[in-house]
């Protein structure tokens, strides 16, 4: 899997199949082969980029498996995108058996040209005992090493149940497995009864304890309500029976949840019915209204589809499902146990996002990049904080600086519904922000001393506490010592280059208000903070290629700081810790392992230059 953009958990990403690359997030609309009620080639027009599709009904019908066998999936259903097959399991669950086995079930879903296929996984359901639960795992992880999946690629199922534990456990036993493809099961249960909150947890358990390499799949989850909470937690594939299902019913999909089609007096401008009146639909024989309501439902699941992959380009998805949680109780219950995983999600958020942070209410205090800064606000306050409130601050901002400087206590100043340290003032997402204004009542902290001596240089201070919270505690001191000397712009009065000596060392970006580093700030973070700290180490093949100031790819990566953060500067070293070059990280160092394939480092300054290498 590549990685094109990202937003925290949530990405737009790449993989390759038999019949193509499939970009994600997407939806697999299932396709019945006894009933086609939306051709897959109309489905294309639609956005459709690959199709799912069942096996077991396939092989159980003389008719269909004579014809799968004899010219291939993809012309039998007349598409040539990608096609999986599922394998049986789902029926098994419903009825209770069925009469193939697995290695068997997968060797059928070859030959019929299958681009991904799938096991015959033991579905767990939410009721099941735990000790039953378990033991379905442990089969379901038997079954992978019962097949070879040629050159298709294989799903391996994650199960679990509702057990958070189970699900790590059958994420981390997959993951161990040769499946590539990993599908979340055991959900549909959930879904047909709207309990997103269990699903939030069993997302966030199943996706952190398997590899980021691997598409992640909610089997069953084509609902446009809760699309953007799962892309959020980091699924990338959907497939959905439902618009055939639910169109059946006489319902309709909408982004905020189900209504009767006769209840529906306007349809939505997305909608194909929506030129159309009640008479219309009623004047519709059975296959007809079937056939419009499911294109309704396929445009209302891409419709979704596309407003989340604007989301995660411009890096506001938090925002968006935070909004969009309002929509139903059920999902605003699901927001609040997502809630409860900020601190989890905050270590893969980048370091800045690209657009500004939205306030929406006391709710956006849980945005990750609001966690961030909350908790490096715990680490950098020590006792007796001065409050300054937002008009004092805003007003009159020279005497504020001046008191500061003749003070040596942490001087905060009103952000949203609290207080953030002065000196971040420039940098996101304090000042990157949009939001109410609120004015809060200070605190009562003790009274500033009277004005005496001079003892600390606001800027300073500033870029210092700058680098604290960009590459951890005492980075300040490292990068900045007393004589640093700091070059602010003429027009905005922000500022832009930070020297020492004469020697640039790093140069803060108006973006976000966080450093770039040069070669000579990469060495003094490099020299002043030891270990594994803010570095990727790479090979020996590598070294000579980033020292020259190209790009760190991952498969040279042999260690690394896991706490490095998307997106931030990042130290590049040898083997044996000699500084190469500084360049921005792609991904968090948690999940720096899983990717083999693309750049981790985007390399910006090297210790040598172009020259000193034939390129790679
Ligand atoms: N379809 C819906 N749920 C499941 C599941 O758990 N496993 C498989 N293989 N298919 C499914």
Redesign the pocket.
């Known amino acids: 899997m590549e990685v094109l953009f990202r937003d925290g958990l949530a990405r737009i990403g790449r993989f390759s199949t038999p019949h193509g690359e499939l970009e994600t997030p997407t939806v697999m609309p299932v396709i019945n082969p006894n009933i086609i009620v939306v051709s897959p080639s109309e489905m294309k027009r639609i956005g459709v980029r690959a199709i799912i599709t069942n096996s077991y009904i396939i092989r159980r019908n003389a008719e269909l498996r004579e014809k799968a066998l004899s010219s291939g999936l993809h012309s039998m259903l007349s598409f040539d995108g990608p096609i999986m097959t599922?394998?049986g399991?789902?029926q098994s669950y419903v009825y209770g058996g069925v009469e193939y086995d697995n290695a068997g079930m997968v060797e059928f879903q070859k030959s019929i040209g299958s681009d991904i296929v799938?096991i015959l996984?033991v579905?767990t359901k939410p009721e099941d005992p735990y000790e039953q639960v378990r033991r379905a795992i442990e089969v379901t992880r038997a079954r992978v090493d019962e097949v070879d999946p040629g050159d298709s690629l294989l799903a391996g199922?994650i199960?679990g149940s509702i057990y958070d534990d189970l699900r790590a456990y059958s994420a981390k036993l997959m993951s161990g497995s040769k499946a590539t493809y990993l599908?979340i099961?055991?959900?549909?249960p959930l879904l047909e009864s709207y309990r997103y909150a269990d699903l939030v947890r069993i997302i966030v358990n199943s996706k952190v304890n398997a590899p980021f390499s691997r598409p992640i799949h909610l089997?069953?989850g084509g609902h446009p309500m809760f699309i953007p909470m799962a892309v959020l937690l980091g699924v990338d594939i959907f497939d959905s029976a439902s618009y055939v299902k639910y169109a059946r019913d006489g319902r309709l999909l909408f982004p905020d949840g189900t209504r009767d089609a006769s209840e529906v007096l306007e349809f939505p401008y997305w909608s194909p019915l929506r030129d159309m009146q009640q008479r219309d639909i009623a004047a519709m024989d059975k296959r007809e209204r079937l056939y419009w309501f499911s294109l309704h439902n396929l445009h209302a699941l891409f419709s979704e589809i596309r407003e989340v992959r604007i989301r995660i380009e411009e890096q506001t998805l938090w925002e968006y499902v935070q909004s969009k949680a309002m929509a139903h109780p059920t999902l605003l219950e699901a927001f609040r146990t997502l809630r409860s995983y900020s601190r989890l999600l905050e270590r893969y958020t980048e370091v800045s996002k690209k657009n500004s942070f939205m306030y929406l209410d006391t709710r956006s205090l849980e945005h990750p990049s609001a966690v961030r800064l909350s908790r490096f606000l715990e680490s950098f306050v020590g006792g007796d904080p001065v409050f300054v409130p937002r008009a004092e601050y805003e007003g009159n901002r020279g005497a504020v600086i001046s008191r500061y400087e003749r003070s040596q206590r942490p001087f905060l100043v009103q952000w949203m519904h609290g207080w953030v340290p002065m000196e971040l003032e420039d940098t996101y997402p304090v000042q990157q922000y949009v939001g109410p204004e609120a004015r809060l009542i200070p605190d009562v902290g003790s009274p500033l001393e009277e004005e005496g001596q001079r003892l600390r240089d606001f800027d300073l201070e500033k870029v210092r506490a700058i680098a604290d919270y960009q590459f951890g505690k005492g980075a300040g001191r490292v990068l900045f010592p007393d004589g640093t000397e700091i070059v602010k712009s003429r027009a905005t009065g922000r500022i832009r280059t930070i020297s020492y000596g004469g020697v640039q060392v790093a140069t803060m970006r108006p973006k976000d208000g966080l450093f770039t580093l040069t070669m000579e700030g990469a060495r003094r973070l490099h020299q002043g903070i030891g270990g594994k700290r803010l570095r990727v180490f790479v090979n020996r093949e590598s070294e000579a290629f980033n020292r020259a100031g190209y790009n760190v790819f991952f498969k040279f990566i042999v260690d690394f700081d896991p706490e490095i953060v998307a997106g931030n500067e990042t130290l590049v070293v040898s083997e044996g810790d000699d500084l190469l070059a500084v360049g921005k990280a792609s991904v968090s160092g948690l999940e720096m392992a899983s990717y083999r394939k693309g750049v981790a480092v985007k390399v910006h300054h090297s210790a040598g230059s172009h020259a000193d290498v034939s390129a790679p």
Do not use: E
């Open positions: 599922d394998s399991t789902f799938t996984d579905f199922p199960q599908p099961g055991g959900v549909v089997f069953g």
